[in-house]
């Protein structure tokens, strides 16, 4: 059944494939584009990952002048302000992010300090605060996972008064992303199994949460399709380029399905695992997703059902009663979850990674004032959140 009104945006050009980094140097002249700041890790560089970027401008027009390699983990407003006073000293007209969740989120924040012409990014905090059109942004992420190189978000952390700053804005959009094989081939199997099984829940939660749309729904469909088709052999078998590949792009879809959706519950509690017992993100999607889908299963049971086909294929769907196949749906993702541990050590309990039951109180507490608790297809109370937790330790 279609929404009686959705709204469904996503701007950004995809270039992707085998050389679309080598489409970089053209595209930033289409932009008006001419002197690049590149905000990175010092992983990406140690994996020889910016040399291939590097290389990919020779024979071009474009000079580097300006690259801030020290994004760390998490981002923050100090990183941020240094990343501008590099832009601006180096006359940068445009950025080019390489990296994860947290570089490309750092190079959200760059921008919109200098495109806003702010010395203070806090004025912009919230929704749709942004009113200048950002610079160009490129993103060529290196993980297969947050999806960030096509959604509307960037988190920065305050670290002085330990607050994350949300900022959601259309603005916020990348001109480009760039998925090309050669970015995630060095992705450690643990880390592309947690990037994955996160790609995976922002797809199962952009396709049942309250905000669901047909467009989002195609991209969640496709983007369930990629995962359960080439994960875990990727996680077994990290120097597949074509799986590395399809994961790429399973990423970047669940990415602009959940950016226009929204996703559910299991964001809201591994958001406060996160931020009570430092679990990484794609961790924790991995532990709660299957319980998260049990307790919504009254209000789901159909969708879920629909869901086994790009999980497990039209054999496997065609030879499952209609009755079992929302059940069946969890338990792919339980045995996934299984294999994925088998395989690289991902955790499949809060216990195992590392949770104590002391701390579900205040686990329980965060999540229930998260905002990613409000497209949850069922009202989820502070009770329900405890025993969801108690199912997952
Ligand atoms: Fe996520």
């Known amino acids: 059944m279609l929404?009686?009104?959705?709204?469904?945006?996503?701007?950004?050009?995809?270039?992707?494939?085998?050389?679309?980094?080598?489409?970089?140097?053209?595209?930033?002249?289409?932009?008006?584009?001419?002197?690049?700041?590149?905000?990175?890790?010092?992983g990406i560089v140690a994996a020889g990952l910016l040399k291939i970027v590097l290389n990919s401008f020779a024979d071009s027009e474009i000079k580097i002048n300006a690259i801030f390699e020290e994004t760390p983990p998490d981002s923050s407003l100090e990183v941020v302000n240094q990343i501008v006073s590099l832009f601006y000293k180096n006359s940068c007209d445009s950025i080019i992010a390489i990296g994860g969740g947290s570089v490309i989120d750092t190079a959200k924040g760059v921008n919109i300090v200098v495109s806003e012409g702010?010395?203070?990014?806090?004025?912009?905090?919230?929704a749709d605060r942004l009113k200048t059109p950002q610079k160009p942004l490129i993103v060529v992420p290196t993980t297969a996972g947050t999806g960030s190189e096509v959604t509307l978000v960037a988190v920065i952390s305050d670290v002085q008064n330990n607050v994350k700053l949300p900022f959601t804005s259309n603005l916020l959009l990348p001109r480009l992303a760039i998925l090309d094989p050669r970015m995630t081939m060095s992705l450690p199997a643990k880390i592309t199994a947690a990037t994955g099984m996160d790609a995976l829940t922002h797809a199962v939660e952009a396709y049942t949460c309250l905000q669901k749309n047909p467009l989002s729904d195609a991209h969640a469909w496709m983007a369930i399709k990629l995962i359960s088709e080439n994960l875990l052999a990727t996680v077994k078998n990290g120097s597949n380029k074509q799986t590395r590949f399809a994961l790429a792009n399973a990423s970047m879809m669940a990415g602009a399905a959940f950016s226009n959706s929204m996703v559910g519950a299991v964001h809201a509690i591994g958001h406060a695992c996160g931020a009570v017992a430092h679990v990484p993100h794609g961790v924790a999607m991995s532990i709660l997703l299957p319980y998260v889908m049990e307790f919504n299963f009254d209000k789901l049971e159909q969708l879920y059902a629909e869901l086994l086909l790009p999980l497990v294929?039209?054999?496997?769907?065609?030879?499952?009663?209609?009755?079992?196949r929302a059940r069946a749906s969890i338990a792919y993702i339980r045995d996934l979850k299984a294999q994925l541990y088998e395989a690289a050590a991902l955790p499949v309990t809060l216990s195992q990674a590392g949770i104590k039951k002391e701390q579900f109180e205040m686990i329980s507490n965060k999540a229930?004032?998260?905002g990613a608790i409000l497209p949850n297809p069922k009202e989820?109370?502070?009770?329900?959140?405890?025993?969801?937790?108690?199912n997952a330790f």
Do not use: H, W
């Open 313 to 324: 294929g039209a054999e496997k769907y065609a030879k499952t009663f209609s009755s079992q």
């Open 3 to 42: 929404p009686e009104y959705y709204e469904f945006y996503n701007p950004v050009k995809i270039n992707a494939g085998e050389q679309a980094l080598e489409t970089m140097a053209y595209e930033l002249g289409l932009m008006g584009a001419k002197n690049p700041i590149i905000i990175t890790d010092k």
């Open 368 to 370: 229930i004032d998260d």
């Open 118 to 126: 702010t010395n203070d990014i806090r004025l912009f905090m919230g």
């Open 380 to 390: 989820v109370t502070k009770q329900d959140i405890l025993q969801i937790l108690e």
